[in-house]
């Protein structure tokens, strides 16, 4: 083989000595032992030479390729086969040479003595299961492998268990990521001192060998990849190379895994640059390796990355040495765009902008490394290595090659450098890739490995220029998509944003590479030189700029739109990913004083970018109408930089903040967003589709908020308290469209508002208000402070679990941020703010998870209704927190009524931002305020009680934020002078309240109500007059103050731009007042805001002077105004709380309060109004009225409710099973009469039109899974624990059918035994009935119904009209009389003789089935029903099919297995009288009426009668031993059981009691179900017998008060003779009336038992000894730790393929491991689980899923998701272990589980059923 590869290659040998070819091929050992022993000589060249050769013919990069893909088309090909011989001879050979002639095992042993590596370092791929440990970890990126988690100590850590997504590697031992305390046993001892330096000669050969195999790896990967044509490489051929290549480099992933030493070896071969030089320069005489350096070269310039004879790159790089040249080099074959770089000063940029061009920017200056000027000349293995892997797309093998070298420090910073010289030509890939996904996780996969560690990040920032790489390749990603922005100005905007429809952005395509940037800015030595750098600030500022504005929404106006986009998920998850997170990581290095300046840059470069971007979209002073972005990150980095400035770095706001002007328009657009999300929810916005709902949630919502709608509001505060409030007021109201609506008429229009959002967009513009004027969440709260609000907030919105806590509390997005998810102050918050409610457990069976609830003084003292507005996703999250507010209050017994949301006191303002008070204390507002009050009192339209609540908050938020107390002699604020221009005479809002207003000119449509009239001469109408602060004309007063506030503004800061453009803004606002149908009015007012507020008291409580001022009794109370009386009330209580306020404030308030409540008020002074009051008070009255009425009528129904669960619906009721009760009534003959649930008659079941219980039919293996221990089988963790079946109950019964079937008739075996222990049929009853005729229409409805039901109406499922459980059939009732209500009878008088001839003669005539009538057709349906709810196997034994005797079992044993299960449900006796949880009905009645008609089919073979035998002496026949395959006497084996309470002669029964019962028990049922109509004697003696049966079979099952339960049984059955003395000790057989004497028919069964075991001893043996103590069935007990289980079984091979599964799941019934959807263990078009649970389970499967810590349960051809028995220490699931914490059992839980397995209840308790399609 060798020779022939030295032959092939022969004539390109250089011309060396050669060993014979034959020499080669007989003993590659002796070869290398040879070399070596050369190469050890001090003059190795002759060695030397000698190996090359032998190298040169053995790693032939030609041949294989070559030789798969057939001659010349070899290059082309890519390679076709798998890897040949010849490969595989290479790989011996280098095997062969790397261990020097001895043993290749053996000498990877002797390098793994020497390694000296004290890091881990294993490399892992998407899906592995590993840790992490906040407590240990130093980079929040850190993770441990399963092994060295366990083997280190993490008890009371913070740790999680996670699926790895990317993939990635273990850091124990590596102290730059984790503290040491966390390393594992194996990592902490291990330091390189105690290793031995390597022996020179152990791998002088690898120094030798790996070099050309390294380049023989490079050839094969030139050689492989072919330029495309179109697109890209054709994955095929791609993944045909990598096929062909896999051994090879499966081989040097094992030789990383020898440890340090040799990884030491293979770091010096990858980066030495000599020996890449000499090999692949491709000059010399060697064909092949030039035709491969061409290749390289071919692929290097199709990607774009070099072009050696291009002088354009070069010419670049003279003109600026300043620029990155990574960018220059890296783009220009890409975009072609870069053009002259400006090298001038950073803040002069070309200010020639288009479509698609950026401004160019100036990056950071400094002497490049020369490495990264020549960026792609590569240089070395490592650096060509990484070449291929990115041109193939981040193969699996490669990057595991590449990562598991990681441990070799060298070769971790050769690397990192390699990567980042890579980065560009990595982000061209990635975009053109078509599985970005996978390539993005690989990337990550690495790219976390180098930047997570902080030295080595600040390493290559310093020497390879990172951080300019990183923004420059982000820009330049970015530009791809780019497109002209139509926010502001459409035409004429120069504005570019990037398209969220691309592919890059849908994808995330961008997520890597962000992802990169945000790890290396969490380092604070990175960071630092980024926020430095104000070249890189520019550019980054310019990336943000980007999403400035982009996804811009345009409301629809006329038609809905077509299609709605769903782009908004991409913007949104692009301003987190690509804005916020960066922002965030730089910010958590700005916390303390020293860092100002990097503070100052950034708002500085900030600020320029948001001029230029006003700049670019032509913005003045007015947002264009009907559009809103919701994105504005230039916005928000200026907002958070401010909030830290100020919080943490003691800055003085105002040296951050621009001029007026500037923040006049840096407040546009966030009021916009504010005032768009109160159109979008009043339903404004309808015609743009559900997306923009969406919007307006994912705004506010968790993860989005605090980088969101925080920042923005927060930015509002801050103008709010530089700008004049005039002004802000106004724009308020103006962008919230309500202007109009302020007016004192009671009419007006509005001219740019339907009618119908009004209200809701006031309630909106105040809301906001109270808003912005309450939180503090930047403007003073600390970190807890806020962590307390946030989590107070969300509790009492709803009960929450822990995890939805810690995903709803906006927690800060950057890792380093202090408060983290479960951190000490997370926790200590939780257990101050709130209680914890243990998982419950509800009748229904639905399980409630652990919830933790507010306590009651968070109620009491911490509600606080505006960070529940500004915090709610849904609006009725807010009714919800109201709802449970109210219940809190009428519970604790503060106050019965509906109470308004409770005012909250606010925590101090910071010093800087003292100015937002101002707002409180504007004229504007007070104007709007005493407007408000005066059309809420005078009942105008529009006006909700909302908006009286908030016009009172802001009232009381004014009160409490006032300046100081004014004196008393202040008559007027800020003299006569000012009272011309204003309704009121001062800005405070504590004097303005009591100024009485007197008339106002209002502006009406002239169909108002308003009498116009002269006003009166007098000074407040001639100001109002003058101002025109009056009806519509508000619209002037609002507007108007604005236009004119801006004036001044503008006209200060003399710029003449804005000059230019000012008349074209004004002119959009014509007057509205100059529609002509407008007319003036005079409303005579004559109150003031006091006055108003005390009338709004008396309208509210509905009585005339209602108010009383509370301090004419107690004057203390105005010193001391914080009284728990008002701190929770209605608006009556509000009134009175504002009210005190205004008094303790202000005498003179105190004085003219008292003055108003002493005059008599006539009722209200417009004459309108006392109609409007009637109207209100008639309405009120109306309103009462109906409440109770609906009270009424709400109480009636629950008590019908209440009633119909009762008698209905009572799951457990013990009164509807059989009480162990005995009763002397006679029986009633009374017809038995039913109600059918459907057409609602009542009447008895007939022949012709019968009735029928709804019934579940299923089979069942239950019974079979009793033990004979109390104690459950263990779930097996080990390989040592097994469970072995053979012990259960349908074991054992198996075996003694299969023993008798040999030796024994069949016939007469099948008479002995019951069967039902495996597949039985269990009949089950909602107890509801109705008319078979019903029940076919209500079947045909359902066929036809379209709805997707869980169920299969085609198999005969339904759900019962009525209770809606869950049924598949009818089971038709007897007419006759009604057994159920009397069940207890009392026995019949005959004798025993006389019985047991009756049974004979039935048993002699086998009856004819009844005429053809609907009952009868009924119960031949349902008997089929019966016997096709089991399967075939499970109801056939005999051995000849078709056998009657088989249907004969079956029946008998249908009978047998409903009362064995109806004992199972009393818990396996009759003693407690517990009712059967399983039906709540009983249908044994019913079943026993079906059966019995179908048992007269079958005749008993009268040759040998088992009746006869048990009731007959025979004739003595020693010779007819009945031991041949005839014999019938084996019954009475089979039914022994080893009790005590028994007399007789014989040995055996002495030994054996309960003998005669047990012997008796087939034989009665077999009469039971055989015997006549339930009419007369006959129905008696049958009825008697059924409870014979209970009573002898429950003797049987385990009890403690077992005697006492027989003999009362006994008695009442009438079994027990009246002569029976009490003091003697209860013996069973006292009960049987014998017919013979009983010592000759014992005699007699002797006889039989002694012939057999004459003949078989063993056997015999083992038929006598039986265990018929079964003990309740139980499911496996599992471990108190879910973690034993999960390690155990996640890593488990199944035994059907011997691989792993996916989805692995265990059976908890038997504890079989499954592959759940396995298709490597399909059988017959069945997946194992499902196959598993027809034989386990007959059809019903309880299996726990390993990888989700869930139950599934299988329920014939449904299943459904039943939920977990394992919670977290919080009480809750983790399904999908998707939050790995540590779990633990939950026995209730378990307990319920087996309770509804043994109770057959799944298909009623679980709701969320589904078909499988036998796919599990």
């Known amino acids: 083989m060798a020779a022939a590869a030295a032959a092939a290659v022969g004539g390109q040998q ?71 011989a010849a490969e595989e001879e290479a790989l011996e050979w280098c095997k062969c040479l790397l261990a020097g002639g001895g043993g290749y095992d053996e000498f990877c042993a002797a390098v793994r003595a020497y390694d000296p590596a004290a890091l881990c370092g294993l490399v892992w791929t998407a899906n592995f299961v590993a840790y992490r440990c906040r407590t240990c970890g130093i980079s929040p990126c850190m993770s441990l492998c399963a092994e060295c988690f366990h083997q280190g100590d993490h008890t009371g850590h913070d740790f999680n268990m996670f699926r790895s997504q990317a993939g990635g590697a273990c850091d124990c031992g590596d102290s730059n990521v984790m503290r040491e305390s966390g390393f594992c046993k194996r990592h902490q001892i291990k330091s390189s001192s105690n290793i031995p330096c390597v022996p020179k000669d152990l791998l002088m050969m690898s120094e030798f060998v790996l070099p050309r195999f390294i380049f023989c790896l490079i050839q094969y990967l030139r050689e492989g990849y072919n330029e495309p044509a179109a697109d890209g490489p054709s994955e095929k051929d791609l993944n045909k190379v990598l096929q062909l290549l896999e051994p090879q480099i499966s081989f040097l992933e094992d030789l990383t895994k020898m440890g340090g030493a040799m990884r030491s070896v293979l770091t010096q071969v990858l980066t030495n640059q000599q020996n890449y030089k000499d090999l692949t320069s491709g000059l010399g005489e060697n064909a092949c390796v030039k035709k491969s350096h061409e290749k390289y070269l071919i692929a290097l310039k199709s990607s774009g990355l070099t072009y050696p004879e291009d002088k354009l790159v070069y010419g670049v790089q003279e003109q600026s040495a300043g620029t990155s040249s990574l960018a220059v080099q890296g783009f220009v074959g890409a975009t072609g765009t870069l053009g002259q770089v400006d090298s001038s000063d950073e803040d002069d940029q070309d200010g020639s902008q288009g479509l698609g061009k ?40 490669m990057v595991t090659f590449l990562l598991n070298m990681l441990p070799d420090q060298e070769y971790k910073v050769a690397f990192t450098k390699t990567f980042v ?50 923004v420059t390749v982000l820009l330049y990603m970015m530009e791809s998509c780019l497109i002209k922005s139509e926010l502001q100005d459409e035409e004429n905007s120069l504005h570019v944003v990037v398209n969220c ?87 958590s290095h700005c916390k303390v004083r020293e860092t100002q300046e990097y503070t100052r840059n950034v708002v500085r470069y900030c600020l320029e970018a948001l001029q230029d971007w006003f700049d670019a979209i032509n913005f003045v002073d007015e947002p264009a109408p009907n559009q809103v972005t919701f994105h504005l990150p230039l916005h928000r980095y200026y907002a958070m930089f401010l909030s830290k400035a100020v919080k943490c770095q003691e800055l003085d706001l105002d040296s951050v903040l621009p001029d007026q002007e500037m923040l006049m328009k840096l407040m546009i657009h966030p009021l916009q967003i504010q005032a768009s999300l109160a159109e979008i929810h009043s339903n404004m916005w309808v015609r743009n589709g559900l997306q923009i709902k969406g919007q307006a949630m994912t705004y506010v919502q968790s993860h989005f908020c605090n980088s969101m709608i925080d920042p923005d509001i927060y930015l509002l505060q801050v103008c709010a308290s530089r700008l004049d409030p005039d002004y802000f007021i106004s724009s308020v109201f103006e962008r919230f469209k309500v202007v109009d609506l302020l007016t004192m008429a009671s009419q007006h229009q509005n001219t740019v508002l339907d009618a119908e959002h009004e209200r809701s967009m006031l309630e909106g513009a105040l809301t906001f208000l109270v808003i912005l004027l309450s939180l503090r969440l930047h403007l003073g709260m600390s970190d807890d402070e806020i962590l307390r609000a946030e989590m107070v907030a969300q509790l009492c919105m709803n009960d929450r679990t822990h995890s939805s806590l810690l995903d709803l509390i906006p927690e800060n997005p950057n890792p380093k941020s202090g408060i983290i998810p479960g951190s000490y102050s997370f926790e200590s918050v939780l257990s101050a703010v709130a209680d914890f409610k243990a998982p419950v457990f509800e009748p229904g069976g639905s399980m409630q998870q652990g919830m933790y609830t507010p306590k009651a003084e968070v109620w009491d003292q911490e509600f606080d209704p505006v960070m529940v507005i500004l915090r709610t996703v849904y609006r009725r999250d807010v009714q919800s927190a109201m709802d449970r507010y109210t219940a809190f209050l009428k519970q604790s017994g503060k106050f019965p009524g509906n109470p308004w949301p409770p005012y909250k006191k606010r925590t101090s303002l910071h010093p800087s931002y003292k100015g937002l008070m101002r707002l409180l204390h504007c004229k504007t507002l007070h104007i709007v305020l005493f407007t408000l009050l005066y059309k809420i009192l005078m009942d105008h339209q529009n006006l909700s009680e909302h908006v ?93 103050e604005r236009r004119k506030k801006f004036q001044e503004i503008i006209n200060r800061s003399s710029s003449e731009a ?161 009480p162990m009760e005995i009763t002397t009534a006679e029986p009633q003959v009374s017809e038995a009469v039913y109600d059918c649930v459907i057409c609602g008659q009542s009447g008895p079941s007939s022949e012709d039109r019968p009735t029928g219980l709804v019934v579940l039919l299923q089979a069942s293996s239950v019974l079979g899974q009793c033990r004979d221990n109390v104690e459950p089988k263990k779930l097996p963790i080990t390989e040592e624990e097994q469970i072995y079946p053979w012990d259960t109950c349908a074991a054992v019964h198996d075996v003694r059918l299969s023993l008798l079937q040999r030796y024994f008739k069949d016939s007469s075996c099948l008479l002995a035994v019951s069967i039902g222990w495996e597949g039985g049929v269990y009949v ?53 009389s009604n057994v159920e209500n009397n069940p207890w009878q009392r026995p019949s008088n005959k004798s025993i003789q006389d019985l047991i001839k009756e049974v004979e003669e039935l048993q002699g005539r086998p009856g004819a089935f009844p005429s053809e009538t609907n009952l009868s057709k009924e119960m031949e349906s349902v008997m089929k029903d019966i016997k096709n709810t089991t399967q075939k196997k499970y109801r056939d034994y005999s051995k000849t099919p078709g056998s009657p005797d088989n249907d004969f079992l079956f029946m008998y044993s249908v009978a047998r297995t409903n009362l064995e299960l109806e004992l199972i449900h009393r818990g396996g006796n009759l003693c407690s009288g517990g009712a059967s949880t399983a039906g709540k009905r009983s249908c044994l009645n019913q079943l026993f009426h079906v059966l019995a008609l179908h048992m007269r089919l079958y005749s008993i073979d009268s040759e040998y009668n088992p009746w006869r035998k048990l009731t007959q002496l025979e004739e003595m026949n020693p010779q007819s031993g009945h031991i041949s395959q005839s014999s019938t006497h084996q019954p009475p084996f089979h039914n022994w059981s080893p009790e005590k309470n028994c007399s007789g002669t014989c040995w055996m029964v002495v030994q054996r009691p309960q003998f005669l019962g047990q012997h008796q028990l087939h034989f009665i049922e077999e009469l039971v179900v055989g015997g006549p109509q339930a009419s007369g004697t006959g129905g008696r003696h049958r009825r008697r017998r059924i409870r014979l049966k209970n009573l002898v079979r429950v003797a049987r099952m385990p009890s403690s008060r077992e005697e006492e339960e027989f003999s009362v049984l006994a008695s009442c059955l009438g079994l027990l003779p009246t002569f029976y003395q009490t003091e003697h000790p209860f013996i069973s057989a006292s009960c049987l009336d014998w017919p013979v004497p009983a010592f000759d028919i014992i005699t007699q069964w002797c006889f039989e038992i002694k012939s057999f075991t004459e003949r078989h001893a063993e056997q015999g043996k083992a038929l006598l000894i039986q265990e018929s103590k079964w003990k309740l069935p139980h499911l496996l007990q599992l471990p108190e730790n879910y973690n034993t289980i999960f390690q155990y079984y996640h890593r488990k091979t199944c035994s059907v393929c011997t691989k792993v599964p996916k989805d692995p799941a265990v059976c908890l019934v038997c504890g079989t491991f499954v592959c759940l959807k396995g298709l490597c263990c399909k059988q017959q078009s069945y997946c194992e689980c499902v196959l598993h649970s027809q034989n386990c389970g007959a059809g019903t499967g309880i299996f726990l899923l390993i990888n989700a810590s869930v139950i599934i349960i299988i329920r014939g051809h449904r299943f459904c998701l039943w939920g977990s028995v394992y919670l977290d220490a919080h009480g809750e699931e983790d399904r999908d272990l998707r939050r790995g914490k540590p779990l633990y059992i939950c026995k209730e839980r378990y307990k319920v589980l087996e309770q509804q397995w043994i109770s057959h209840t799944f298909d009623h308790i679980n709701k969320r059923w589904g078909p499988h399609y036998n796919g599990l």
């Open 14 to 84: 250089p011309s060396q000595p050669e060993l014979p070819a034959s020499g080669l091929a007989l003993d590659k050992a002796a070869t290398a032992a040879h070399l070596k022993a050369a190469l050890s000589r001090p003059d190795n060249r002759a060695g030397a030479e000698e190996l090359q050769a032998l190298l040169e013919r053995v790693l032939s990069a030609e041949r294989p390729l070559a030789a798969a893909a057939g001659g010349e088309d070899a290059a082309a090909a890519g390679g076709g086969g798998g890897p040949g």
């Open 358 to 397: 950026r401004k160019r920017v100036k990056l950071s200056s400094g002497t490049k490394d020369q490495s990264i000027m020549d960026v792609l000349k590569h240089k070395s293995f490592l650096e060509e290595l990484l070449f291929w892997t990115i041109k193939y797309e981040f193969p699996q093998k």
């Open 421 to 470: 010289q890579h980065y560009a030509f990595i982000m061209k890939t990635l975009k053109k890739s078509h599985e970005s996904d996978t390539m993005s996780n690989r990337i990550v996969h690495i790219s976390v490995q180098l930047f997570s560690n902080e030295e080595l990040a600040r390493q290559v920032t310093e020497e390879c220029q990172l951080l300019d790489i990183m």
């Open 501 to 587: 429809g691309e592919a890059l952005l849908k994808n995330n395509t961008y997520w890597p590479l962000v992802s990169d940037f945000i790890n290396i800015l969490s380092h604070q030595s990175v960071a630092k030189r980024f926020l430095e750098d104000h070249g890189l600030l520019v550019t980054w500022m310019n990336f943000v700029s980007f999403f400035q504005g982009m996804n811009l929404n345009k409301r629809e106006l006329n038609e809905h739109v077509e299609f709605e986009s769903q782009t908004y998920y991409a913007a949104f998850a692009a301003e987190l990913e690509a804005c916020a997170q960066p922002m965030w990581g730089l910010l």
């Open 948 to 1040: 009286l609540c908030m016009v009172l908050y802001l009232i009381e938020l004014g009160l409490e934020n006032s300046a100081e107390e004014e004196s008393d002699e202040e008559a007027s604020v800020g003299g006569p002078e000012r009272c011309h221009d204003s309704w009121f005479p001062g800005s405070n809002l504590v004097s303005n309240m009591r100024h009485f207003i007197n008339y106002v000119r209002v502006r009406v449509p002239e169909t108002a109500p308003e009498v116009k009239r002269d006003s009166p001469a007098s000074t407040s109408s001639d100001n109002l007059g003058s101002f025109q602060n009056s009806g519509t004309a508000q619209v002037f007063s609002l507007v108007a």
């Open 1058 to 1218: 804005n000059q230019v453009v000012r008349p074209k803004t004004s002119s959009k606002w014509s007057a509205p007042g100059s529609a002509p149908q407008l007319t003036t009015a005079i409303l005579e007012i004559k109150e003031s805001i006091l006055s108003l507020l005390i009338k709004l008291h008396h309208k509210l409580s509905g009585k005339q002077n209602s108010y009383y001022p509370p301090w004419l009794d107690d004057i203390e109370i105005l010193i001391q105004p914080e009284i728990p009386k008002y701190s929770h009330g209605d608006g009556i209580t509000a009134v009175e709380r504002i009210l005190l306020k205004a008094a303790s404030q202000s005498r003179m308030n105190k004085r003219i309060i008292e003055e108003i409540c002493r005059k008599v008020t006539p009722p209200v002074p417009p004459k309108k109004v006392t109609a409007a009051e009637k109207k209100t008070l008639d309405k009120e009255e109306r309103r009462q009225k109906a409440r109770e009425r609906q009270q009424k009528l709400l109480a009636e129904f629950a008590s019908r409710q209440k009633s119909f669960m009762e008698t209905a619906m009572d799951v457990d009721s013990p009164e509807n099973d059989i």
């Open 1324 to 1376: 089950q009853t909602c107890g509801h009935t109705l008319h078979i005729d019903c029940h076919k229409s209500y079947m045909e409805s359902l066929r036809n119904d379209q709805v997707l039901q869980g169920f299969s109406v085609d198999k005969g499922e339904f759900t019962c009209p009525l209770c809606r459980q869950f049924a598949n059939s009818v089971l038709p009732c007897y007419p006759g």
